[in-house]
């Protein structure tokens, strides 16, 4: 369950590249059939994406993806690539026609379902025709493994996100801080 977790919202542009953004998606609008919503700025380049392919994946990261999931959530789709950017590998996804995020512990795949205005935002509830989970996550015992490799940013205050009940990322605005500390971080290992 993806409960108040943040997410990468990927999606498919119209001349087929793959495209991701941050949300914050309500799991559980219904089970049969099983329903997630999303709320998504008509302004925001991925509005466009998920209404035209009337598709969308959702792939929860752990909290060791929070600077990414900063990221993709502050620099537009329509002036860059984030998954270039963030040296981010877009996996095809198993039954609909969107791209999965690498590295991260759980994904859905969702067909669009009903679209409503509510002030300024749209909010998109979509079937949930996949869930996958990252065989990372579980021990031999099919038990989870609690670590921040493992476990969902559970919380993001506005300003921060948090995963296990401590700070693992500090927002920013700025895209270039954000790049060299991704990377940075990446090459520390």
């Known amino acids: 369950m993806i409960g108040n977790t943040v997410a990468f919202l990927t999606s498919k542009d119209p001349d087929g590249r793959p495209n991701v953004m941050t ?29 035209e392919a009337g598709q969308f994946g959702l792939s929860v990261p752990p909290g060791a993806l929070a600077k990414e999931l900063n990221y993709c959530g502050i620099v537009s789709g329509r002036e860059i690539d984030k998954f270039t950017a963030i040296d981010l590998e877009p996996v095809s996804g198993a039954e ?12 859905y795949e969702c067909k669009v379902k009903e679209v409503r205005r509510y002030g300024s935002h749209d909010f998109f509830v ?16 099919g038990n989870y493994i609690v670590t921040e490799k493992t476990v969902p940013i559970v919380s993001y205050t506005g300003y921060d996100f948090w995963c296990l009940s401590r700070k693992v990322s500090d927002y920013t605005a700025d895209p270039e801080q954000l790049l060299e500390t991704i990377k940075n971080q990446r090459d520390a290992g």
Do not use: Q
Not at 96 to 107: S, T
Not at 131 to 140: G, T, V
């Open 23 to 51: 949300v914050m998606p309500t799991d559980f609008v219904a089970f049969a059939p099983y329903l997630v919503g999303v709320a998504i700025k008509p302004s925001n380049f991925s509005h466009r994406c998920v209404v």
């Open 126 to 141: 979509a079937e949930r025709v996949l869930l996958d989970e990252s065989p990372d996550i579980k021990d031999a015992a």
């Open 96 to 107: 609909l026609d969107v791209p999965r995020l690498g590295g991260c512990i759980r994904y």
